[in-house]
């Protein structure tokens, strides 16, 4: 069952540093582009995915074509795509063993998520960390004690 207890959301977006981000978008007024600049500002590394603008740079970051092409471990994947096309994705992060697989809001794939928690991952779906990172008071990790 996909993480929707405040604590345990807090507990992974303190602890993440490393985000790939799949559905990257260079457009900014494209929600995931929003979210990129978000979780910078706030302090994550976030590695853009998106095989269309694979090889090219997205705010300060290389792009990469899929999870399997990123150049280092990430400690969550957050996705940005149509539920329909999440199914390749989770497979791939299952088998990379990405701690933390986020569906964002309206990305709802049940078969997908129970695959990934029988793997180990950890879920979360139908939240966006943009609205969850104000919501429980999380400061950037410049300002953390």
Request: a negative charge; proline letters at 9%; aromatic letters at 4%.
């Amino acid at each position: 069952m996909p993480v929707h207890h405040p604590d345990q959301i807090r507990t992974l977006l303190e602890t993440a540093r490393t985000i790939a981000l799949v559905g990257a978008s260079e457009k900014p007024r494209r929600p995931s582009h929003e979210v990129m600049v978000f979780l910078q500002h706030q302090g994550y590394r976030v590695i853009p995915v998106n095989p269309r603008l694979a090889g090219q740079t997205l705010l300060g970051e290389t792009v990469h074509a899929d999870l399997t092409s990123l150049p280092e471990p990430v400690d969550m994947a957050d996705l940005f795509l149509a539920p329909a096309r999440t199914d390749a994705v989770i497979d791939e992060a299952i088998a990379l063993n990405i701690p933390v697989l986020w569906l964002q809001v309206g990305v709802i794939n049940e078969a997908g998520a129970a695959r990934a928690e029988a793997a180990g991952l950890t879920v979360v779906m139908d939240r966006c960390p943009k609205q969850e990172i104000p919501k429980l008071g999380i400061r950037p990790m410049a300002f953390r004690a």
